[in-house]
């Protein structure tokens, strides 16, 4: 168990629909961090909070979407759902918002848009 | 443009066959270069982190090195449980924070 929880572990959803993601960082984490792996694009850096603010973008859809609460937690929003959609999203945590010492993942949600 | 390469995209050893994950980079301000070991279905699990040229570490059967421009895995006497996706990322300055870029991994298999 390395810390970060992530919830679902599984999801199934049809085209045109929304989904939230949810991930819990690891203790003392402030930095989560959303990454989108498929099988052709490896992980994608979608996008950064610390501490309650958006820190970076990377290549994130408009469609998606994602805060950080006063708790901590972090939720992420897919919506518009379309079939290449489907992949793994892993959130991750670090310490600091540099993220010089590396991040720790959780197990990852993985969506199937049918 | 910011670029992680790794190779091979596979490997297959047989236990006991030592052998050695490259992955190349091609980045603006380095601030870090990672190791993360990926089971099928998982989150990667962090391995190393190498900060600069001739730095080496070592973990078990796994020791990462670092040049300007590579770094490298090596694996001694692998076992079955070596197998995995070995993912190589780099830490570049980006402003407020660090982009890590991943490689594609290299899918290790280790044969009994």
């Known amino acids: 168990d390395s810390g970060v929880t992530q919830t679902p572990k599984h999801l199934i959803t049809a085209t045109g629909q929304r989904v939230t993601l949810r991930c819990s960082p690891r203790?003392?984490?402030?930095?989560v961090y959303w990454y989108q792996q498929s099988l052709d694009q490896g992980l994608q850096f979608l996008i950064q909070?610390?501490?309650?603010?958006?820190?970076a973008k990377g290549n994130i859809l408009e469609r998606f979407s994602a805060q950080q609460f006063p708790d901590l937690h972090s939720e992420l929003n897919l919506s518009s759902l379309e079939l290449g959609d489907s992949a793994l999203y892993f959130c991750?945590?670090?310490?600091?918002?540099?993220?010089?010492?590396?991040?720790?993942f959780g197990s990852g949600t993985r969506l199937t848009v049918v | 443009e910011d670029q992680v390469t790794q190779s091979p995209e596979a490997l297959r050893l047989q236990e006991g066959e030592s052998s050695s994950l490259n992955c190349s980079y091609t980045v603006s301000g380095l601030r870090g270069l990672f190791w993360y070991r990926q089971d099928p279905g998982k989150g990667p699990e962090f391995l190393f982190t190498l900060y600069s040229a001739g730095e080496e570490k070592e973990k078990e059967r796994l020791k990462a090195t670092l040049t300007k421009k590579e770094s490298f895995l090596h694996i001694t006497a692998p076992k079955p449980e070596d197998s995995a996706t070995y993912l190589c990322?780099?830490?570049?300055?980006?402003?407020?924070?660090?982009?890590?870029?991943f490689g594609t991994g290299t899918l290790l298999a280790v044969q009994p």
């Open positions: 990322a780099v830490a570049v300055y980006g402003g407020a924070t660090n982009k890590l870029i």
């Open positions: 991750a945590s670090s310490e600091g918002g540099q993220g010089d010492y590396g991040y720790t």
């Open positions: 909070y610390y501490n309650g603010e958006e820190r």
């Open positions: 203790s003392g984490d402030l930095s």
